[in-house]
């Protein structure tokens, strides 16, 4: 009998509640061991954390940051970017969202982070500024504000891109009372801007204007920074390099020269794309199929083959001489597609080919008006407002007088 029970012990060692509760724990370390890689993201993916900082606690709000992150939220979505937005972000949110952005960046394709707020250089750091930041000595800017070396180190697993944008280079408005090492307190003209940065191997770090210089909010619900790189970026087939290039020249000529972008870092000879060209259909894949011949010895009635109709043609508007811009009608009749803009006229730098303008004024287009002269007698009394539509997002243009 006892020899008996200690058999029974031998193949059921433990109670059936107690076998159970050991498999499933062994089940729920298994699946956490499957779930948590899986939050890297797989070749391929291309990742972005847009932060904006608007509201400080112990400074004036900046106008723009809050709008220029949408219309960058939306750009980057439409690139195919899965997409963070974080605003008003305390120093504990802003560490936080950068530590699951690098878990999101493992692996990852491309990987972008872009900032609008305050950033600041002190003793050769640059740091990015939380709204809770109060800097009242420049020693505490290592415990209240974000190294923008950390903000690097989080992207650097991405395989291809790792880009950084800053639009932070405003005026310090800490310089006036935070206290230096030799007790006295910086000038409100000292620090301005950021300062020159090295990053790594196929890492760019693009600022809104180069170091040592300030950045325009703009009149406009977007920066001019924001609204060239917003649109430079949603161009298909231009290489990075070039994109980049593109966005400086269109903001110096907006600000006449007064703001000039300046980008860090390099690349590889390999060309990144953050959006690819439509492929042309070939000859090939448009041409008819052969007829097959015909083993009968009365040849087959001839048939005559008809080509599709013409797409349909948008009509011309014309060319608003005032605005140096070329028009014509949409498809639709719901707005008008800018075909050409002048260098020489005020909209240079503010709009783009590709553009819809939908409203001038706050009036509607209309198809059935002209529409050039439209634009060209609102610019005549010194302001004409337009509300362009620019890929999937909307902005709002005030142009005036050369």
């Known amino acids: 009998m006892a020899e008996g029970a200690v058999r029974a012990r031998?193949?059921?060692?433990?109670?059936?509640?107690?076998?159970?509760?050991?498999?499933?724990?062994?089940?729920?370390?298994?699946?956490?061991?499957?779930?948590?890689?899986?939050?890297?993201q797989a070749a391929g993916a291309k990742v972005a954390l847009v932060i904006a900082n608007a509201r400080y606690q112990s400074y004036r709000p900046l106008a723009n940051p809050a709008s220029d992150a949408r219309?960058?939220?939306?750009?980057?979505?439409?690139l195919g970017f899965t997409v963070t937005l974080v605003e008003n972000a305390d120093r504990a949110t802003m560490v936080r969202a950068l530590k699951d952005f690098g878990v999101r960046a493992r692996g990852a394709d491309m990987a972008t982070v872009y900032y609008a707020g305050h950033g600041i250089e002190v003793k050769n750091v640059n740091y990015l500024i939380p709204v809770d930041a109060q800097l009242k000595d420049e020693?505490?800017?290592?415990?209240?504000?974000?190294?923008?070396?950390?903000?690097?180190?989080?992207?650097?697993s991405a395989r291809t891109l790792r880009l950084i944008i800053l639009d932070a280079c405003r005026e310090n408005p800490f310089a006036a009372t935070m206290q230096t090492a030799s007790g006295s307190t910086r000038s409100?003209?000292?620090?301005?801007?950021?300062?020159?940065?090295?990053?790594?191997?196929?890492?760019?770090v693009?600022?809104?204007?180069?170091?040592?210089?300030?950045?325009?909010?703009?009149?406009?619900?977007?920066?001019?920074?924001?609204?060239?790189?917003?649109?430079?970026?949603?161009?298909?087939?231009?290489?990075?390099?070039?994109?980049?290039?593109?966005?400086?020249?269109?903001?110096?000529?907006?600000?006449?020269?007064?703001?000039?972008?300046?980008?860090?870092?390099?690349?590889?000879?390999?060309a990144i794309y953050l959006k690819q060209s439509v492929a042309p259909v070939s000859a090939a894949a448009l041409a008819l199929p052969a007829a097959p011949v015909s083993s009968s010895a009365v040849p087959p009635a001839a048939t005559t083959y008809s080509p599709p109709p013409a797409p349909t043609v948008t009509r011309m508007v014309g060319t608003a001489q005032r605005a140096g811009l070329s028009l014509r009608l949409t498809d639709d009749g719901a707005g008008l597609l800018v075909t050409g803009v002048s260098s020489r006229g005020p909209a240079y730098g503010q709009v783009f080919e590709g553009d819809v303008i939908t409203a001038i004024n706050f009036q509607k287009t209309r198809g059935d008006v002209d529409a050039a002269q439209q634009l060209d007698g609102a610019l005549a009394t010194g302001r004409a407002q337009l509300l362009v539509r620019r890929g999937p997002s909307t902005a709002t243009v005030v142009l005036r007088p050369n």
């Open 139 to 156: 020693t505490d800017a290592e415990l209240e504000a974000v190294p923008l070396e950390t903000v690097l180190s989080y992207i650097q």
């Open 10 to 40: 031998d193949r059921y060692p433990l109670p059936r509640w107690q076998r159970a509760a050991g498999v499933i724990a062994a089940l729920l370390f298994i699946i956490c061991g499957l779930v948590q890689p899986a939050q890297a």
């Open 188 to 204: 409100l003209g000292a620090s301005r801007g950021l300062m020159p940065i090295e990053p790594g191997g196929q890492s760019l």
């Open 206 to 270: 693009l600022y809104a204007a180069k170091a040592g210089s300030l950045a325009a909010d703009g009149d406009t619900g977007n920066s001019p920074f924001a609204r060239a790189l917003s649109a430079r970026l949603a161009e298909p087939g231009v290489e990075i390099g070039m994109t980049l290039r593109r966005v400086r020249d269109d903001v110096m000529r907006q600000t006449h020269n007064r703001q000039e972008p300046f980008t860090y870092g390099s690349l590889s000879s390999d």
């Open 71 to 78: 219309l960058m939220q939306q750009t980057f979505q439409s």
